[in-house]
């Protein structure tokens, strides 16, 4: 299947701070990519939706100005957890497709806010 | 709103033994039903996936039972084994650009 590359893979930052995680399609252009959040022992959560070259389209109680989302090529989007909270520890994992294919997911990043 | 609702939510299978899981979904315009594995620390990866013009989908030891009237599908691990532990998620979309729904998830542990 078509891999997808999310980077980093854990991260550990201080409260107050934003981080930046990139999410790329390293095989084929991702015209949609997806963000998604998941607490431990719980579903995956989807965060926002980006189309290559548009605004993302957020789900309803997602900030978007907490969790900014880029999607500025076919090959890469990036996630940015502004002043972030112990609160917004999580996993989070992007997916990405093309037109003609279903979702591959992302290996994840463990966000840990201290 | 639980769009897509999943059962057991902890599942013990023995070697060898049969593991199934159960899912339903409300919308019916829902027509691409995926299955995803994932382990821990790291994210979902396909298994195997169904339309609804088809009832049943075999890959291996992994079969997909699909009822279109009954808005039911589920997923069956023959011959399951200790690498089989994982958590398994059933998921809907409408095809597209549209986004998947997932399941609650099941928790799949093999025992020797």
């Known amino acids: 299947g078509a891999v997808v590359s999310q980077h980093p893979s854990w991260v550990i930052c201080k409260s107050g701070t934003s981080v930046k995680i990139e999410c790329r399609s390293l095989?084929?252009?991702?015209?949609?990519m997806f963000w998604y959040r998941q607490f431990p022992k719980q579903s995956l959560m989807l965060m926002a939706t980006?189309?290559?070259?548009?605004?993302?389209?957020?789900e309803q109680g997602v900030e978007k100005d907490k969790f900014l989302i880029n999607h500025a090529s076919l090959t890469l989007s990036t996630l940015t957890v502004t002043s972030a909270h112990p609160e917004d520890s999580s996993f989070y994992i992007c997916?990405?497709?093309?037109?003609?294919?279903?979702?591959?997911f992302g290996q994840g990043t463990r966000l840990t806010v201290v | 709103q639980q769009q897509v609702k999943q059962s057991p939510q902890s599942l013990i299978v023995q070697k060898g033994g049969i593991s199934i899981i159960n899912c339903a979904y409300e919308n019916t315009a829902f027509d691409y039903f995926p299955w995803y594995q994932q382990f821990p620390g790291k994210g979902p990866a396909l298994l195997i996936a169904i339309r609804p013009d088809v009832s049943e989908k075999k890959e291996g030891r992994f079969t997909i039972s699909f009822n279109k009237s009954a808005k039911q599908f589920s997923l069956h691990i023959m011959d399951s084994q200790p690498g089989d532990s994982a958590t398994y998620f059933c998921?809907?979309?409408?095809?597209?650009?549209?986004?998947?729904?997932f399941g609650t998830g099941t928790k799949l542990q093999v025992i020797p």
């Open positions: 095989d084929f252009q991702a015209t949609t």
């Open positions: 980006s189309n290559e070259g548009s605004k993302a389209t957020y």
């Open positions: 997916s990405a497709r093309d037109r003609h294919t279903e979702a591959f």
């Open positions: 998921a809907a979309n409408s095809g597209g650009y549209q986004k998947v729904t």
